[in-house]
């Protein structure tokens, strides 16, 4: 069966650094995009970072642009969100997901990871 699991998440202050994980199983990795989506309560899922395993395309959102970086890893099937330079707007649950590509159609999702950063 399909199956991502989000880890990293913690707490920082503002200006440091964390790297989330996206573990996944059940299905061929590199046909597939992953995505990293962020939710704060009482404020709407923003997509925030995804890579397209087929050729390593790579999407950001604006506000996140040269802070955080994308990658992946086929030999592990996993999926790194580096970081860095947080801000206390950064804080939210993540999550990650797979779809056929980034823009949308994602259909299985992991637990979420909790990152909280600290003025």
């Known amino acids: 069966d399909v199956q991502l699991q989000a880890s990293g998440g913690g707490l920082v202050q503002a200006g440091g650094s964390l790297t989330l994980s996206c573990a996944t199983s059940g299905f061929s990795f590199d046909d597939y995009a992953i995505g990293w989506f962020r939710q704060d309560p009482g404020k709407e899922r923003e997509a925030v970072s995804c890579?397209?395993?087929?050729?390593?395309?790579?999407y950001y959102m604006g506000t996140v642009k040269g802070r955080f970086t994308i990658s992946s890893d086929s030999a592990k099937n996993t999926v790194y969100l580096q970081m860095n330079n947080l801000k206390p707007d950064d804080t939210a649950v993540y999550y990650c997901?797979?779809?056929?590509?980034?823009?949308?159609?994602?259909?299985?999702w992991g637990q979420g990871t909790l990152v909280t950063v600290s003025s």
């Open positions: 997901a797979r779809a056929p590509i980034c823009a949308y159609d994602y259909d299985y």
């Open positions: 890579i397209r395993n087929t050729d390593g395309t790579t």
